[in-house]
């Protein structure tokens, strides 16, 4: 059956790479399919539980490739579970006694939709497996063509997810400005918390990123200004335990050495510590409608900054998170390449009724193809023996 008319959405948090892939569809549905008709659902599926949905114009259609130059999304999001019951009606998506899954299949048949791209991370896409799932069972044929968004890119099977390697990119910016507050103060402890909540592949590609700008970088070697005080000192993730005791008697000595030290901090790193601490003293966990724990009401870095301040003699502590400077960038020059092959290969698969996701499937060679939504899941762990993470460790004196 022809496709007539195709819907895109957005969901989840940012990442670098919303716009950019939005962009791109367009773009491409235009250059080899420009009699379909697009439209976008506001707000993710949001948007699409309220009918509250735009369309894309001649203009837009022209304009399209402006898009590669933004961060953020131009078509909104949010964070909604249409299996979340509860959340749907809480918030007001769907009335009580409505199935939120019927609800989104309704407005889809409603709006003539063949075919639906969700771009977004494994709960987004997840979240439109259900939905396609449902849709079989009443009878409705939907392709679901969904992109991976996530700068932790911790989905499983994807290689690499659209936006990391930007993310790493922005964070090492942002550390080089809050590093020179080293100066600002006498032995001074730095925590620079880097999203993650699984995975520490951000903060270590983040730290690397960073490190290599030190290396690369020309300093008077006077002072507060040596490559020595502006490094990492040291890079806490998931998935690599380490000792506080032994830690802090590391960092002491470059404390005493360089008057400061700087850590790079996964915000996923310690939280089943933090977790435990707060359920043992009886308080509340805050968790968001997916059942996660909300990293910037536990903060991490705090607990982190708080552990080693005393073990360090630091007279003063900062705690700065990059996470919404990073995941609001526009795509660099790699993800924008990566983009542009998942957004093509996307459309391709759609006109040809293919479902899944499409990236770079690691149990395939890295083969670009539409994976299966049932092979799709969050939470991939980050491997830190990869060379490239163990030798920063090596360098940094952390291995």
Known sequence: MPVKTVAMLTAGGLAPCLSSAVGGLIERYTEVAPDVRIIAYKNGYAGLLTGDSAEVSPEVRANAHLLHNFGGTPIGNSRVKLTNVKDCVRRGLVREGQDPLHVAAEQLSRDGVDVLHTIGGDDTNGTAADLAAYLRSTGHELTVVGLPKTIDNDVIPIVQSLGAWTA?????LYARNIIAE??????????????GRNCGWLTAATALAYHQWVQKAEFAEWLDNSAASW????VFIPERPFAIAEEAKRLRTIMDEQDCVNLFISEGAGVSEIVAAMEAAGEDVPRDPFGHVQLD??????????????????DKVLVQKS???????????????????????AVD???????????????RGGELRAIEFERIKGGKKFDASVPWFTGLLRELGQA
């Open 168 to 172: 790493a990119e922005q964070g090492a």
């Open 182 to 195: 080293h100066s600002s103060n006498p032995r001074m402890l730095i925590v620079h918390e880097v999203m």
């Open 231 to 234: 490094d990492v000192h040291g």
């Open 297 to 314: 009401k536990i903060n991490p870095g705090q607990w982190f900054a708080k552990q080693f301040a005393a073990e360090l003699g630091a």
């Open 323 to 345: 996470g919404y400077f990073s995941r609001a960038a526009a795509a660099n020059a790699a993800d924008l390449a990566l983009i542009r092959q998942c957004t093509d290969y």
């Open 349 to 363: 698969a759609a006109l040809r009724g293919e479902s899944g996701v499409v990236g770079q499937d690691e149990d």
